[in-house]
């Protein structure tokens, strides 16, 4: 059979060692005109951070030490003023960040989710008292993590995990908590809670607090270093000012706590593109009825990378569009006109949720056909391929797309609101859902 043999073009090398300016620019413009200067303040750190990635993985070593990096250079007070040592981050610019931290580790966006939540709730809040006590905090580097869920145990108005008076008269908490996502890493915890009055609430423990035990037991098949384990609160003794109620909390959390979800999915794929055509370039192995003599050359080879690199560039786009919706519902809550905020709060709900079911389908056949471009030896494990399946999959899996679709479509001919926040929770034995923590 005839085999053509075509020169590789040489131009623009996307490689994974190439993150050159131009390189960047394929992906698009950054949300900001200072974005690629706001970006090159954390890149080198993104670098050092994925150079260790597969190790960390492949042995199981918590990311401490690189949490600590992203502390150290101010990642984790990207939104904060300036004033506060922070870099007036928007919401665009946090989410592109997310995307290409999440290309270097996914590990560590999902575990700073709540941290990033909280800083919302500090933004926004009209407390004078909260913010002089929590933004120093957070200035200084200390990160919050996560206490919510119960494994779906609780009834359906209160959690398990309660405060309660002690024979000294000291308020404690007793209680136990799954999937709290990040609380390895943090310095303080934010539990979901029922407070001494039988209300919702939550409560920020500090994470060394005595009575407070957290266990590495996650075993999902992705996401593995992500420190979403059981934590155990033992007559943990509490300070009452560290309460927060449920009206205090950011209202569009619900849309701000999904795109994170996506933008680790947007960032998986960038990854995804970048591993499949490196190995495509070096890969010497080939068919007889293959296309060209190297894989490199060959169009339909060349083809499947494109579609993954399209993936990788489709869904970045589209996360952007959806954090300029949660842009306008943030500034919409500076503001006290409350139909104002609640119409956004349903805009960036709507917006995010018509795309979950896109931005996941994609990058799950994404994932799929980087076999497709390689050979068997592509399975090997030393490779790791399998870890963006696993991973899409893992975050997809949070936030059943399912329903979201179903909102979407009860919305576009019924014109019905999006709930302001679902829930998750056991059904007993009378069919009545007992119900977990708002999403």
């Known amino acids: 059979m005839s085999i053509i043999n075509l020169k590789p073009q040489t131009a623009l090398q996307h490689r994974p060692s190439a993150l050159t300016t131009q390189i960047n620019a394929v992906w698009g413009q950054g949300p900001s005109s200072r974005y690629e200067s706001l970006a090159s303040l954390f890149r080198p750190t993104f670098e050092k951070i994925k150079a260790s990635r597969s190790e960390r993985e492949e042995k199981r070593i918590l990311a401490f030490e690189q949490i600590q990096w992203l502390k150290d250079i101010g990642f984790t007070r990207l939104r904060l003023p300036s004033s506060q040592g922070g870099f007036d981050a928007t919401i665009p610019e946090l989410f592109n960040l997310l995307i290409e931290l999440a290309e270097a580790d996914a590990n560590l966006p999902q575990a700073l989710r709540v941290h990033f939540g909280f800083v919302e709730d500090l933004l926004l809040s009209r407390d004078p008292q909260f913010k002089s006590i929590w933004l120093p905090r957070v200035a200084q580097g200390q990160i919050i993590g996560s206490a919510w869920s119960e494994g779906g145990n609780e009834s359906i ?4 995990t309660r405060l309660s008076k002690d024979a000294e008269g000291r308020t404690i908490l007793n209680g136990q908590k799954f999937y709290t996502t990040g609380s390895l890493y943090a310095d303080w915890i934010d539990v979901g809670i029922t407070d001494l009055y039988g209300e919702s609430a939550s409560i920020l423990i500090p994470r060394h607090a005595e009575g407070v035990e957290i266990v590495d037991d996650w075993n999902g098949f992705g996401q593995i270093l992500t420190a979403s384990g059981t934590t155990k609160f033992t007559d943990v003794v509490v300070n009452q000012q560290d309460v927060i109620g449920d009206q205090q909390r950011f209202k569009y959390s619900a849309a701000f706590y999904q795109l994170i979800q996506l933008a680790i999915i947007s960032g998986l794929t960038r990854a995804a593109s970048y591993e499949v055509s490196a190995e495509v370039y070096k890969r010497e192995r080939n068919y007889t009825h293959a296309n060209a003599s190297f894989v490199r050359n060959d169009a339909q080879i060349l083809q499947v990378v494109g579609q993954i690199r399209g993936v990788a560039y489709t869904t970045a786009a589209i996360i952007g569009k959806n954090a300029q919706a949660i842009q306008r519902a943030f500034e919409a809550g500076l503001n006290d006109n409350e139909q104002l905020e609640a119409d956004q709060n349903a805009i960036a709900e709507l917006e995010v949720a018509q795309s979950q079911t896109i931005i996941t389908t994609l990058a799950l056949n994404a994932s799929t056909i980087i076999f497709d471009a390689l050979g068997a030896s592509a399975t090997d494990k030393n490779l790791a391929l399998d870890r963006f399946w696993r991973n899409i999959r893992t975050l997809a899996s949070h936030n059943p797309r399912i329903y979201k679709d179903r909102i979407v479509g009860d ?24 119900t977990d923590k708002a999403s």
């Open 157 to 160: 108005h209160e959690f398990k």
């Open 411 to 434: 919305f576009s001919v019924n014109g019905t609101l999006p709930p302001y926040q679902w829930r998750i929770g056991k059904v007993d034995e009378s069919g009545l859902l007992q």
